[in-house]
């Protein structure tokens, strides 16, 4: 049964949706009730004693004394080819929009582009690649589509994420040699959902800096880090009227700790509000009642804190 057309700007509550290709036998548009369908109200742990003080070694720290923070590319994919299988993400421009203002907050230099063929995407991040970074103490962008595992979904088909990510290779990318740069992505990795499993806890109550030595050499692949808004082979969760869980987080933790917590501390918090906070809500119970927890692969060499 085909659902009915949604209207994000409506300000209706809708259903929990997924960022991945449609099954055959259905359309998943999950349809909730209103009261279950957004983050439950959890108050944040409270921060403890510790949290006050920062120990930091400054040779394992990024330099971050530059002229500019860096750029923030966003890639906002929503309506897709009919050839692709794709439906329309509803939600998404929220999630670029608080996108946009967290990072900007942050001191980023922010351009969104929406509906990037695959072709599109690989010219826009060659060019971001080849511009000259020096005056920028890192790089951020940020994918917002469907997806399977390794790949992301452009307006007319899917890309391996490799090829779009390894233009700011060490060897490609002079200038952002030795600096972190930092790719979030919103998008499935694949068609298994998560469950979710009872557990006997409760709720937390917690409450000399260098730039890169020419004189040696570091890898190619060195100073990246993956926000992957879900683990492989999971389906990731979206709100067509209050935005995706993983993005909705991120915000969420950003504007409360962008300058407090190194980034690995942030993305655990937006784990953390992830796994806790989100369970999908539909009629049909094969999609009821559904868990997702961010994965965040990291070869950055030092801490970094904006």
Same mark, same amino acid.
């Given at each position: 049964?085909?659902?009915?057309?949604? +209207?994000e700007d409506n300000g209706e509550d809708h259903g929990d949706q997924l960022d991945a290709k449609p099954d055959r036998r259905d359309r998943l548009s999950i349809f909730g009730? $209103? $009261?279950?369908?957004? *983050?439950e109200q959890q108050p944040d742990p409270e *921060?403890? @004693?510790s949290n006050h003080y920062r120990i930091v070694t400054p040779t394992f720290q990024y330099n971050m004394d530059y002229k500019k923070v860096g750029k923030c590319i966003i890639i906002n994919n929503k309506n897709f080819a009919d050839h692709t299988?794709?439906?329309?993400?509803?939600?998404?421009? $929220? +999630? =670029?929009?608080?996108? %946009? %203002?967290?990072?900007?907050?942050?001191?980023? +230099?922010?351009?969104v582009y929406n509906d990037q063929s695959c072709e599109e995407m690989e010219k826009l991040l060659e060019q971001a690649a080849s511009e000259n970074h020096s005056n920028a103490a890192c790089f951020a962008c940020i994918f917002l589509s469907h997806g399977e595992e390794g790949l992301i979904y452009g307006t007319d088909g899917p890309k391996p994420i490799k090829n779009l990510t390894s233009f700011f290779r060490g060897d490609k990318c002079p200038t952002l040699v030795g600096?972190?740069?930092?790719? @979030?992505?919103?998008?499935?990795?694949?068609?298994?959902?998560?469950?979710?499993i009872q557990t006997d806890s409760g709720p937390s109550n917690d409450n000399l800096e260098t730039d890169a030595?020419?004189?040696?050499?570091? *890898?190619?692949? =060195? +100073? @990246?880090l993956f926000a992957y808004s879900t683990v492989p082979g999971y389906y990731s969760?979206?709100? *067509?009227?209050?935005?995706?869980? @993983?993005?909705?987080?991120?915000?969420?933790?950003?504007?409360?700790? =962008?300058?407090?917590?190194?980034?690995?501390?942030?993305?655990?918090?937006?784990?953390?509000?992830? =796994?806790?906070s989100y369970e999908s809500q539909s009629e049909d119970p094969r999609f009821s009642e559904k868990k997702q927890v961010p994965c965040v692969v990291s070869m950055?060499? $030092?801490e970094l804190y904006f």
């Amino acid at each position: 049964m085909e659902p009915p057309k949604i +209207d994000e700007d409506n300000g209706e509550d809708h259903g929990d949706q997924l960022d991945a290709k449609p099954d055959r036998r259905d359309r998943l548009s999950i349809f909730g009730k $209103k $009261k279950n369908n957004g *983050p439950e109200q959890q108050p944040d742990p409270e *921060p403890s @004693f510790s949290n006050h003080y920062r120990i930091v070694t400054p040779t394992f720290q990024y330099n971050m004394d530059y002229k500019k923070v860096g750029k923030c590319i966003i890639i906002n994919n929503k309506n897709f080819a009919d050839h692709t299988g794709m439906g329309r993400r509803n939600g998404t421009d $929220k +999630d =670029a929009g608080d996108l %946009q %203002q967290c990072f900007r907050n942050i001191g980023f +230099d922010v351009v969104v582009y929406n509906d990037q063929s695959c072709e599109e995407m690989e010219k826009l991040l060659e060019q971001a690649a080849s511009e000259n970074h020096s005056n920028a103490a890192c790089f951020a962008c940020i994918f917002l589509s469907h997806g399977e595992e390794g790949l992301i979904y452009g307006t007319d088909g899917p890309k391996p994420i490799k090829n779009l990510t390894s233009f700011f290779r060490g060897d490609k990318c002079p200038t952002l040699v030795g600096k972190p740069k930092l790719f @979030f992505i919103q998008a499935c990795r694949g068609s298994e959902f998560d469950d979710g499993i009872q557990t006997d806890s409760g709720p937390s109550n917690d409450n000399l800096e260098t730039d890169a030595n020419p004189r040696y050499k570091i *890898p190619v692949e =060195a +100073d @990246f880090l993956f926000a992957y808004s879900t683990v492989p082979g999971y389906y990731s969760w979206r709100n *067509p009227g209050k935005g995706s869980w @993983f993005v909705q987080s991120l915000c969420s933790v950003l504007s409360k700790y =962008a300058k407090q917590l190194e980034i690995l501390q942030i993305l655990t918090r937006v784990n953390y509000k992830v =796994a806790t906070s989100y369970e999908s809500q539909s009629e049909d119970p094969r999609f009821s009642e559904k868990k997702q927890v961010p994965c965040v692969v990291s070869m950055l060499t $030092k801490e970094l804190y904006f």
